[in-house]
């Protein structure tokens, strides 16, 4: 269905080929998983399926892909367009029109198709895809699930044979990538539809995808295979297939279900001695609390009369690092903009304490300007934060606008993995890159209290693990983390504290262990596969589960 | 061996006709334009008409003429694979751009209008530049800037001035003296415009108390110039004077920043397919 033949490609000003030399098959009807670090090519691959790359990036292309024998060098993004449906990383830069219908109807008007055809695939679409609740929405009132499904009709109204999607759960909640993920792998097996989608969250998918392809990077041959024989051999695994591989287990559990005979097993032969974690940490004593940095107290605030925080209260102490969890629309971003004077209470208040002199500013008076002295926020998408010319600039303008002298910011770029892009153009670097751009530029500035708006998205396990790192140093110097997050591995790996909101109000509010163990849905997988409390990490399980050769 | 081809190249080898066509109707344009500037000059005597209502009769013609010519030389530039679906949508968009920039206000002459021909022709080479002065002005004469006679006359005057700015030397490689360069480019058009500018109606005008600055039929060339260098310093000197000043300072100002993102997008405009 899909041969790559020595297919090499370099972007436009790009210094070295981010594709070089690929060659292999896919088959019709596959379900292909493309995984790898961020910025090793995995968006540039899947462009090159329907000829955005090179026809819309520029640069240089040598070698041949055919889909179904057609090549997409020679036709371009439009001469392809009815055999590959592809459904971008942000589905709202792929919407045109406003309403669901029209925008399904959109590509087909495009393709000159008389409107008796056009209502029937429309009709088809919305069944297939199971949207047709939503035909007379608007676009921009529907959730992200709901978003990332109209894309996939809209692309489905064309009648491809491949459907390719960038990292189309990345910006969702568990239950909703759950849903656009039965999406797919219904597609793929009621109409043999062929896809290929790129992810960086593996839990959730590599129990469906009949192969993955492992892309490296700098220049190393991909690899191919089922996905057990591809996890086995790469460092990039989520932590179900981490543990197994540390503890031998084989063949290697893909699915909590496969993994819960070991985990019995495991169980019943507990080496003696290995203690359990303890379910509080020490540090969270109550004695000696720390002092109050943000206190909330019945706040609400609603845009146009819609609700989106209502009566919700908190206090977050110096030194906490606090998850914020919850559907998508929760009122998590909403919260992160009141508390950094973006957004202003209804009702209620919010108080920043500034943690040298102890003076509380409240947001309702206190300029955005006072309050970014304390609170760095790094917005869900990093666009919003880039527009200089080049990754130092960015670094540059953030103290110069905070009236700080230049600085020295070599260590903070290398630990984010970021040297050798500092004199790049920010907005050219993959979403992963670009994500921590963002960050740098706000961390360069030293803020007291850090709030991240899904800080994880587009990040792998490697680059996750390195940014779980850097945040607990940052925490354990005095800073104070707030994060809104789906990411529940993430969650189980730093935070010590879970706010849980629900339609705009706390829900829950406790230790990450107790949360994490009371909850099903933000479970983390370990805390699934053994039904321990005690256990949310790899390193946890490890710790408990680990015998020691010596 | 792998021999390296340029798209561009490749289009420039396989249709050399196609792009000798796609000069010619550059050429043939300015020729009509020039043409309908300087004909009034070699009419036997001077038109009856009134003042206001210099080139009535031909104006209409002559926006026609040159609106299909350069819709042709874009047809053409896109059979020719010298322009593509992305370059036209952002000429569209340079020249809606344009259009509104005409809008800002300022002192007498100050426009904003010849910023983006200027730059754009010099990074994206003369037919390009030519397009987007012509339809810029078209686009704002319509957007409430003014519909009449002299509507053509600004049109082909914009659009040399984008065909001009194409031709001057690639300075890529020092990023300060192409901004000084271009700044003083602006300033020597931002004359040149006015100069020729006047021209649509000069013939037209007369009046018997102040022969010494206007055009009578069967003048010689040197007084003709006499004449209208009298003509220029009264009326549209100190007119031109602010318009080239701040086309000077708003390109010294502009320039690179702009040609960095122009430039940014030409990367993206073509591709080039390696032979193995």
């Given at each position: 269905?899909?041969?790559?033949?020595?297919?090499?490609?370099?972007?436009?000003?790009?210094?070295?080929?981010?594709?070089?030399?690929?060659?292999?098959?896919?088959?019709?009807?596959?379900?292909?998983?493309?995984?790898?670090?961020?910025?090793?090519?995995?968006?540039?691959?899947?462009?090159?399926?329907?000829?955005?790359?090179?026809?819309?990036?520029?640069?240089?292309?040598?070698?041949?892909?055919?889909?179904?024998?057609?090549?997409?060098?020679?036709?371009?993004?439009?001469?392809?367009?009815?055999?590959?449906?592809?459904?971008?990383?942000?589905?709202?830069?792929?919407?045109?029109?406003?309403?669901?219908?029209?925008?399904?109807?959109?590509?087909?008007?495009?393709?000159?198709?008389?409107?008796?055809?056009?209502?029937?695939?429309?009709?088809?679409?919305?069944?297939?895809?199971?949207?047709?609740?939503?035909?007379?929405?608007?676009?921009?009132?529907?959730?992200?699930?709901?978003?990332?499904?109209?894309?996939?009709?809209?692309v489905m109204t064309l009648q491809p044979r491949v459907l390719v999607l960038d990292e189309p759960t990345s910006?969702?909640?568990?239950?909703?990538?759950?849903?656009?993920?039965?999406?797919?792998?219904?597609?793929?097996?009621?109409?043999?539809?062929?896809?290929?989608?790129?992810?960086?969250?593996?839990?959730?998918?590599?129990?469906?995808?009949?192969?993955?392809?492992?892309?490296?990077?700098?220049?190393?041959?991909?690899?191919?295979?089922?996905?057990?024989?591809?996890?086995?051999?790469?460092?990039?695994?989520?932590?179900?297939?981490?543990?197994?591989?540390?503890?031998?287990?084989?063949?290697?559990?893909?699915?909590?279900?496969?993994?819960?005979?070991?985990?019995?097993?495991?169980?019943?032969?507990?080496?003696?001695?290995?203690?359990?974690?303890?379910?509080?940490?020490?540090?969270?004593?109550?004695?000696?609390?720390?002092?109050?940095?943000?206190?909330?107290?019945?706040?609400?605030?609603?845009?146009?009369?819609?609700?989106?925080?209502?009566?919700?209260?908190?206090?977050?102490?110096?030194?906490?690092?606090?998850?914020?969890?919850?559907?998508?629309?929760?009122?998590?971003?909403?919260?992160?903009?009141?508390?950094?004077?973006?957004?202003?209470?209804?009702?209620?208040?919010?108080?920043?304490?500034?943690?040298?002199?102890?003076?509380?500013?409240?947001?309702?008076?206190?300029?955005?300007?006072?309050?970014?002295?304390?609170?760095?926020?790094?917005?869900?998408?990093?666009?919003?934060?880039?527009?200089?010319?080049?990754?130092?600039?960015?670094?540059?303008?953030?103290?110069?606008?905070?009236?700080?002298?230049?600085?020295?910011?070599?260590?903070?770029?290398?630990?984010?993995?970021?040297?050798?892009?500092?004199?790049?153009?920010?907005?050219?670097?993959?979403?992963?890159?670009?994500?921590?751009?963002?960050?740098?530029?706000?961390?360069?500035?030293?803020?007291?209290?850090?709030?991240?708006?899904?800080?994880?998205?587009?990040?792998?396990?490697?680059?996750?693990?390195?940014?779980?790192?850097?945040?607990?140093?940052?925490?354990?110097?005095?800073?104070?983390?707030?994060?809104?997050?789906?990411?529940?591995?993430?969650?189980?790996?730093?935070?010590?504290?879970?706010?849980?909101?629900?339609?705009?109000?706390?829900?829950?509010?406790?230790?990450?262990?107790?949360?994490?163990?009371?909850?099903?849905?933000?479970?983390?997988?370990?805390?699934?596969?053994?039904?321990?409390?005690?256990?949310?990490?790899?390193?946890?399980?490890?710790?408990?589960?680990?015998?020691?050769?010596? | 061996?792998?021999?390296?081809?340029?798209?561009?190249?490749?289009?420039?080898?396989?249709?050399?006709?196609?792009?000798?066509?796609?000069?010619?109707?550059?050429?043939?344009?300015?020729?009509?334009?020039?043409?309908?500037?300087?004909?009034?000059?070699?009419?036997?005597?001077?038109?009856?008409?009134?003042?206001?209502?210099?080139?009535?009769?031909?104006?209409?013609?002559?926006?026609?003429?040159?609106?299909?010519?350069?819709?042709?030389?874009?047809?053409?530039?896109?059979?020719?694979?010298?322009?593509?679906?992305?370059?036209?949508?952002?000429?569209?968009?340079?020249?809606?751009?344009?259009?509104?920039?005409?809008?800002?206000?300022?002192?007498?002459?100050?426009?904003?209008?010849?910023?983006?021909?200027?730059?754009?022709?010099?990074?994206?080479?003369?037919?390009?530049?030519?397009?987007?002065?012509?339809?810029?002005?078209?686009?704002?004469?319509?957007?409430?800037?003014?519909?009449?006679?002299?509507?053509?006359?600004?049109?082909?005057?914009?659009?040399?001035?984008?065909?001009?700015?194409?031709?001057?030397?690639?300075?890529?490689?020092?990023?300060?003296?192409?901004?000084?360069?271009?700044?003083?480019?602006?300033?020597?058009?931002?004359?040149?415009?006015?100069?020729?500018?006047?021209?649509?109606?000069?013939?037209?005008?007369?009046?018997?108390?102040?022969?010494?600055?206007?055009?009578?039929?069967?003048?010689?060339?040197?007084?003709?110039?006499?004449?209208?260098?009298?003509?220029?310093?009264?009326?549209?000197?100190?007119?031109?004077?602010?318009?080239?000043?701040?086309?000077?300072?708003?390109?010294?100002?502009?320039?690179?920043?702009?040609?960095?993102?122009?430039?940014?997008?030409?990367?993206?405009?073509?591709?080039?397919?390696?032979?193995?």
């Open positions: 269905m899909i041969r790559f033949e020595h297919l090499s490609y370099r972007y436009p000003g790009a210094d070295a080929t981010i594709l070089q030399d690929l060659s292999f098959e896919i088959a019709e009807g596959e379900f292909l998983l493309v995984m790898g670090p961020s910025g090793a090519g995995k968006s540039t691959l899947l462009r090159c399926l329907n000829g955005l790359v090179p026809h819309f990036y520029g640069g240089t292309v040598s070698g041949e892909v055919l889909v179904d024998g057609r090549d997409p060098v020679a036709l371009g993004p439009r001469g392809m367009a009815d055999l590959v449906g592809f459904v971008l990383q942000d589905p709202e830069a792929q919407f045109v029109v406003d309403r669901v219908e029209d925008e399904l109807a959109f590509a087909l008007e495009n393709q000159g198709l008389p409107p008796i055809l056009m209502r029937k695939r429309v009709e088809e679409a919305l069944d297939q895809i199971n949207i047709a609740h939503l035909r007379h929405r608007s676009v921009s009132t529907l959730s992200g699930g709901e978003r990332q499904r109209v894309a996939i009709a809209a910006q969702l909640d568990p239950q909703a990538a759950e849903e656009v993920l039965d999406t797919l792998v219904k597609l793929n097996q009621d109409l043999g539809l062929t896809i290929i989608l790129s992810e960086h969250r593996l839990e959730r998918v590599v129990q469906y995808v009949d192969r993955i392809l492992y892309f490296s990077g700098n220049g190393q041959r991909p690899i191919l295979g089922e996905p057990r024989q591809v996890l086995s051999q790469v460092e990039l695994t989520p932590p179900l297939i981490t543990l197994a591989k540390a503890l031998d287990w084989s063949p290697i559990p893909l699915t909590i279900k496969e993994g819960r005979r070991f985990a019995r097993k495991a169980a019943r032969h507990r080496p003696d001695g290995n203690k359990a974690p303890e379910a509080t940490p020490p540090s969270q004593r109550r004695n000696d609390q720390p002092p109050v940095l943000i206190s909330v107290k019945g706040l609400g605030f609603s845009y146009n009369g819609h609700p989106a925080l209502q009566d919700l209260s908190l206090d977050v102490r110096r030194g906490e690092f606090v998850a914020l969890m919850g559907r998508n629309g929760a009122g998590k971003t909403t919260l992160l903009k009141q508390l950094v004077g973006l957004l202003r209470p209804d009702q209620g208040r919010v108080q920043i304490v500034a943690p040298t002199s102890g003076a509380a500013m409240d947001t309702r008076k206190a300029s955005v300007e006072e309050i970014i002295q304390y609170v760095g926020y790094v917005p869900q998408n990093p666009n919003a934060l880039l527009f200089n010319d080049t990754v130092r600039q960015e670094l540059d303008f953030t103290r110069h606008g905070h009236g700080l002298p230049p600085g020295e910011y070599e260590g903070l770029l290398d630990t984010l993995g970021l040297t050798e892009y500092a004199s790049h153009y920010p907005r050219d670097l993959s979403v992963g890159e670009r994500q921590r751009v963002a960050l740098a530029s706000i961390l360069v500035a030293e803020p007291q209290v850090l709030l991240l708006d899904e800080p994880t998205r587009g990040l792998d396990y490697q680059q996750k693990a390195s940014l779980v790192a850097f945040l607990q140093r940052e925490r354990a110097r005095g800073r104070t983390i707030i994060m809104a997050t789906h990411d529940v591995e993430l969650v189980a790996n730093c935070a010590d504290r879970v706010i849980l909101l629900g339609d705009g109000q706390v829900v829950v509010d406790g230790p990450t262990r107790q949360v994490m163990s009371e909850s099903l849905v933000f479970a983390s997988q370990i805390n699934k596969l053994f039904r321990d409390p005690a256990l949310l990490t790899v390193e946890d399980a490890l710790s408990l589960y680990a015998t020691d050769a010596s | 061996m792998t021999a390296t081809r340029n798209r561009l190249a490749l289009v420039l080898d396989r249709f050399p006709l196609q792009r000798a066509l796609n000069a010619a109707i550059l050429v043939v344009a300015s020729l009509i334009g020039l043409g309908s500037f300087f004909y009034p000059f070699l009419l036997p005597q001077r038109s009856d008409q009134f003042n206001a209502m210099a080139h009535a009769q031909d104006a209409p013609l002559l926006f026609v003429v040159l609106v299909v010519l350069c819709l042709a030389a874009v047809l053409s530039s896109l059979a020719s694979g010298l322009m593509n679906a992305k370059l036209i949508a952002v000429l569209g968009i340079l020249t809606a751009a344009n259009a509104v920039l005409r809008g800002v206000p300022g002192p007498a002459g100050f426009t904003l209008i010849f910023l983006l021909p200027i730059v754009c022709g010099y990074a994206y080479g003369p037919t390009f530049g030519f397009l987007l002065g012509v339809f810029s002005l078209a686009v704002s004469a319509f957007l409430g800037f003014g519909v009449g006679p002299w509507l053509p006359y600004q049109m082909f005057s914009a659009g040399w001035v984008g065909l001009l700015s194409g031709c001057l030397p690639r300075l890529k490689r020092h990023p300060r003296a192409e901004a000084v360069m271009l700044a003083i480019w602006g300033l020597l058009l931002g004359f040149t415009f006015g100069v020729l500018m006047n021209l649509w109606f000069w013939p037209y005008v007369f009046s018997a108390g102040q022969s010494e600055m206007y055009w009578e039929p069967g003048l010689d060339l040197v007084s003709a110039l006499q004449r209208y260098g009298v003509f220029y310093t009264f009326t549209s000197f100190w007119w031109d004077l602010l318009r080239a000043a701040g086309n000077f300072v708003l390109l010294l100002l502009f320039a690179a920043p702009v040609l960095r993102l122009l430039r940014r997008f030409q990367q993206r405009f073509f591709f080039e397919v390696r032979a193995t």
